[in-house]
């Protein structure tokens, strides 16, 4: 059957940022699908809870509260998956995201701040788990990026920059890894997680973003958690080296920050 192909018995997964938002739905979905997971984000209280979540699910997860803004902290994800669970299998670098801030008041070390957090934490974490992928067989990454990475708006150069990056790493990572681990990412449109709250939470401009999505409304962490169980699984086995855009059909941002001509 097909829905065969979407089940991940016996895989281990590490997903980066996964106390809350996409990262915890990322982990309780890849749980569902049968697998084991590594869970770590600066919370720990928020860690237990997934924890739980993936325990009703009928699988492990193993908590590893860390400040993921250092690369060294994502890298030693991978050594822990293989103490606890033997293997890993899948990656799915999660953690990232930067604060707007218009272009003149960008600084060059918040650029590289973003750079950082976005980009050389998945590098990290990538790198330090091909080794154990190999060693199990083969393996699957997805970077989650953001359509902020291929389109333009106001406010954005830092994260915008970031996330473009992200994607263009995530071709280069396929080619150099092809053919037994396979890397994609995900483009994210307006998802409403704790970084969206500020919007979500006012009616009106929640409005104004769900008119300007094309299926006029936001995103939930689930309809990320979907993509990256087919990324990973055999159903996206001929897949590698794609950035999948999954924003509601984003063409143009879906929120104006109101920044002023200068």
Known sequence: ???ERFRLAGKVAVITGSGRGIGAAAAVGLAEAGADV???????SDLHEVAARVADAGRKAHVVPADLS???AAAALA???VDTFGRLDIVVN???GTYPRPLLETTPEFLEEAFRFNVSTAHALTTAA???MLTAGGGAVVNISSNMGRI??????AYGTAKAALAHYTRLAALDLAPRIRVNAIAVGSVVTSALEIVAGNPELREKMESATPLHRLGDPEDIAATIVYLVSQAGAYVTGKVLEVDGGLQAPNLDLGLPDL
């Open 79 to 81: 050594k822990a998956a």
């Open 1 to 3: 059957m097909i829905l």
């Open 38 to 44: 590594v869970i770590s984000s600066r919370t720990e």
């Open 152 to 157: 333009a708006g106001r406010g954005f150069a």
């Open 94 to 96: 999660n953690v990232g």
């Open 70 to 72: 250092d690369p060294d």
């Open 130 to 132: 091909a080794p154990a």
